[in-house]
């Protein structure tokens, strides 16, 4: 096998060996490559337990700037393996599907988010992670969902800001603040199709049941929401939560970590209002072990970037990973 040999979707498309423990193998690997798994709690069961770390978007850049491996294989979306590359120039960054990408950064095109920003002069640029490299490097400063507010609020009352891409965390971020941030008019496809029919009748359905959401959900889930937070903070609040049920409006991939964590308890993903009843990322579920396996076997499909634009973009990242040290955020 020619280890250039990728197919016309940018992935290995290699016919694996049924009898093969890919488990075994990819733990194998791991060693032989120095490499390490950073995966999303959006992916698939399988490959959030061969990975050495499970986070979300905070925790994983934090991992991704400190790690001392080789090669580091990114299961999660585009724009994440990205940021690892950006923080990570020399090393090897693995993506195992280079069509993972993210509805929320393709809703914000970096030419028309340049013209938008030219239009608002004195605006400081505040970008949640989940954009392109192209966003980032327009950014001032880089958030993520778990330390968006903190962010905002160590700035200036008075500061005017753009926040970008995704206006449903930023609309919860002004309530929170009582800042007025002019929004970008993106969102995140997976949080955007709840139902909030739906979750009324499964509340009325589950009485005892506590609603938990990601703050890029849209407002009318989240005013009848029992707690919102980043998906690690959700993960946590069920841990702590001397409740039993809860009823989950984020990617559902976040259960599995959830039932691991608190095995006696009940977790119902919220209804989505489409008709597959799935509230799965099409994305995040482009990775699957096979290609995960594949990708650290023949060390690709890689991120490669062009140099003036990660260090561009690495600026506002580098503001956000120094702000979180300095307020004592953590994943």
């Known amino acids: 096998m020619d280890a250039g040999n990728l197919n016309k979707v940018g992935?290995?498309?290699?016919?694996?060996?049924?009898?093969?423990?890919?488990?075994?193998?990819?733990?194998?690997?791991?060693?032989?490559?120095?490499?390490i798994i950073l995966a999303h709690y959006y992916q698939e069961p399988d490959i959030q337990d061969v990975a050495d770390y499970i986070g979300d978007s905070l925790g994983l850049a934090q991992k991704a700037e400190s790690t001392d491996a080789e090669v580091i294989v990114f299961a999660g979306v585009h724009f994440m393996a990205e940021t690892a590359k950006i923080l990570n120039p020399h090393k090897k960054v693995l993506l195992p599907d280079?069509?993972?990408?993210?509805?929320l950064s393709d809703s914000c095109p970096p030419p028309?988010?340049?013209?938008?920003?030219?239009?608002?002069?004195?605006?400081?640029?505040?970008?949640?992670?989940?954009?392109?490299?192209?966003?980032?490097?327009?950014?001032?400063?880089?958030?993520?969902?778990?330390n968006a507010q903190l962010i905002v609020e160590s700035l200036p009352k008075d500061q005017k800001i753009i926040f970008a891409p995704d206006k449903n965390l930023g609309g919860y971020i002004n309530k929170k603040?009582?800042?007025?941030?002019?929004?970008?008019?993106?969102?995140?496809?997976?949080?955007?199709?709840?139902?909030?029919?739906?979750?009324?009748?499964?509340?009325?359905?589950?009485?005892d049941a506590k609603l938990i959401a990601h703050p890029e959900c849209e407002d009318a889930v989240l005013q009848i929401a029992d707690f919102i937070g980043s998906t690690t903070q959700l993960l946590k609040y069920t841990e702590k939560s001397k409740d039993n049920t809860f009823i989950v409006a984020t990617e559902a991939g976040i259960l599995h970590k959830m039932q691991q964590n608190s095995p006696g308890k009940t977790f119902i993903a919220a209804p989505p209002d489409n008709a597959c009843a799935c509230n799965d990322c099409p994305h995040m579920k482009l990775n699957t072990l096979?290609?995960?396996?594949?990708?650290?076997?023949?060390?690709?499909?890689?991120?490669?970037?062009?140099?003036?634009?990660r260090l561009a973009?690495?600026?506002?990242?580098?503001?956000?990973?120094?702000?979180?040290?300095?307020?004592?955020?953590?994943a």
Request: glycine share 6%; charged share 30%; with cysteine.
């Open 98 to 103: 280079l069509r993972a990408g993210c509805s």
């Open 290 to 309: 096979e290609k995960l396996y594949l990708c650290m076997k023949y060390g690709q499909p890689e991120i490669i970037m062009d140099e003036e634009l």
């Open 11 to 35: 992935f290995l498309d290699v016919a694996i060996d049924p009898s093969l423990d890919i488990f075994d193998e990819i733990e194998k690997l791991k060693k032989e490559k120095k490499a």
């Open 177 to 207: 603040t009582g800042r007025n941030m002019l929004l970008w008019n993106g969102a995140c496809m997976v949080h955007e199709i709840f139902s909030l029919q739906k979750i009324t009748k499964l509340k009325q359905r589950h009485p």
């Open 313 to 330: 973009a690495k600026k506002p990242i580098d503001r956000m990973l120094s702000l979180s040290k300095k307020l004592g955020l953590t």
């Open 112 to 146: 028309l988010f340049k013209a938008f920003k030219e239009k608002h002069p004195g605006h400081l640029v505040i970008s949640y992670i989940n954009c392109s490299a192209g966003i980032k490097a327009l950014s001032d400063i880089i958030c993520t969902s778990s």
